[in-house]
Antibody
Framework: QVQLVQSGAEVKKPGASVKVSCKLSGHTLSETPIHWVRQAPGKGLEWMGGFHPEQNEMIFEPKFQDRVTMTEDTSTDTAYMDLSRLTPDDTAVYYC?????????????WGRGTRVSVSS | QSVLTQPPSVSGAPGQRVTISCTGSSSNIGAAYEVQWYQQVPGTAPKLLIYGNHRRPSGVPDRFSGSQSGTSASLAITGLQTDDEADYFCQSYDNRLSGYVVFGGGTKLTVL
């Protein structure tokens, strides 16, 4: 049974960075890419990026490309999403999710989300 | 502004049938990228409801069905139940940015 366990809520000031973790169990990161999706309060889902196995590289939504870093620690099967230069518009719940085995059939598994609040 | 367009809300009485549309373009749904649908109860993570346009993961009731035609897709829910009240999101891929994931803005289903 694949499970994704995310780190706890964060409160940050504008201009700071936040690092959210997502620990995978039931599979290894080498078998299972991790993607990140966020949801601002009362808003829809917004894909941020993740590992694309066919391209063998991280791919990002362009609006985040210069602010986000996604890394993986295969020794602990933990993925990390680091978002810098935070603004209040980054206040959201950040989810990690695993793409389907063929990559092209959506996200069957999700973490419970990490709430990030950005306020001065 | 989401790449895929959904109606903000739909409603129906228990037992009725409702449909939720998802309109894209020639660079996503119209480019033969398949559509997924997710159900999200407020305060919880999204749950995959339909994948590959019309396929249901194990455990999803057959009251939920998906279809796709041209640049659009639809989710139909028959025999509405109060538990179906949730937000529903469509998702696909876009070849303007190869392999990129796109979502609809979401539709709030109210069971009257």
């Amino acid at each position: 049974q694949v499970q994704l366990v995310q780190s706890g809520a964060e409160v940050k000031k504008p201009g700071a960075s936040v690092k959210v973790s997502c620990k995978l169990s039931g599979h290894t990161l080498s078998e299972t890419p991790i993607h990140w999706v966020r949801q601002a309060p009362g808003k829809g889902l917004e894909w941020m990026g993740g590992f694309h196995p066919e391209q063998n590289e991280m791919i990002f939504e362009p609006k985040f490309q210069d602010r986000v870093t996604m890394t993986e620690d295969t020794s602990t099967d933990t993925a990390y999403m680091d978002l810098s230069r935070l603004t209040p518009d980054d206040t959201a719940v950040y989810y990690c999710a695993t793409p389907s085995a063929d990559f092209w059939s959506g996200y069957p598994r999700w973490g419970r989300g990490t709430r990030v609040s950005v306020s001065s | 502004q989401s790449v895929l367009t959904q109606p903000p809300s739909v409603s129906g009485a228990p037992g009725q049938r409702v449909t939720i549309s998802c309109t894209g373009s020639s660079s996503n749904i119209g480019a033969a990228y398949e559509v997924q649908w997710y159900q999200q109860v407020p305060g919880t993570a999204p749950k995959l409801l339909i994948y590959g346009n019309h396929r249901r993961p194990s455990g999803v009731p057959d009251r939920f069905s998906g279809s796709q035609s041209g640049t659009s897709a639809s989710l139909a829910i028959t025999g509405l139940q109060t538990d179906d009240e949730a937000d529903y999101f469509c998702q696909s891929y876009d070849n303007r940015l190869s392999g990129y994931v796109v979502f609809g803005g979401g539709t709030k289903l109210t069971v009257l």
